[in-house]
């Protein structure tokens, strides 16, 4: 058994993965400190306080890890070093000073690029083609520490939000297990950060699943593929009705000149042939509001004879043609 006590702040996969591999590694963790589960979100992933209370370790769940009180209670478990995997809350300076070994972060993507909230998500919206995890020492600012070792993860055309959090998971994890023991040995590695190279992205919400259709195909799918579940779908309206997007293609080139957001009928596997600002979309799960997920063939018979053939870039009331902002 490791004699360093370790307090961790954990929360989704990777927080039960890496708490796993301490614990395998026989890391003395005094507590896991956790979110609530928000009622409103859907739970996907596993949980950090139901593995820590396996091991009988006292769960906290502060709304605020940062005030004083609590910043006190941490004190008083007089940890060596705090580990924090995925938890979703910024840890104040008098937190991080604490434990005489520090404070490491692992974040889903390779600093300094993708900073802040939601990389994952971003990172597939924005089309890139690899993402990875990285261990850095924690510091005031968010993501912005030196960093001690990375992964790198490809990222490939077909992946969704969820089979690259299942990879990320991985890799994490298996970076972690690479390094703890130098971290633990408080001989972790220092490498400053290229903060000039850094880009930073706030957190996605729901609303940001609105598809612009004057866009390409490829961003479209890029949306589609990120937003897609566990989360809430990229959508557009029809006929006053909003009309989730579940999946697509990768788009194949196929030009055509009818203006963006037009139904140009049904292809392959069934899929719903959509015209964007530059080439075709074809939309393989599509679910309208209050209905039942289905493929193209089936939303194509549900459209009534005149009905407008076409999908809007932006809520009901937007005039028909007119670009949504962003």
Known sequence: MDA????????????????QEVLDQGASVVAVVTHCDHPEETIWFGSVAALAASREIPVLTPDDPNVAAFVEEVRGLRPDLILSFYYRRLLSPALLAIPRLGAINLHGSLLPRYRGRAPLNWALVRGETVTGVTLHHMDA???????????????????????????????????????????????APRTLQDHAAATTFRRRT????????????????????????????????????????????????WPSPAPPGTILGVGEVGALEVATGDGVLEVLRLQPEEGVETDGVTFLSTLQPGATAGFFSAAPQTVHGERSGH
Request: aromatic share 10%.
């Open 141 to 187: 600012q968010a993501d912005h520490g030196d960093i001690i070792a990375q992964r790198a993860v490809p990222i490939v055309i077909e992946d969704t939000a969820l089979t690259l959090a299942r990879k990320l998971t991985v890799a994490a994890r298996t970076l972690l297990a690479e390094t703890y023991p130098l971290i633990v040995a408080g001989r």
């Open 206 to 253: 729901p609303a940001d699943g609105l598809i612009d259709w004057f866009r390409s195909a490829w961003e479209v799918y890029n949306l589609i593929r990120a937003v897609t579940r566990p989360f809430p779908g990229a959508f557009t309206f029809w006929e006053g009705r909003r009309i989730t997007l579940w999946a697509a293609r990768p788009p194949r080139g």
């Open 4 to 19: 360093n006590r370790i307090v961790v702040f954990g929360y989704s996969d990777v927080g039960v993965a890496c708490l």
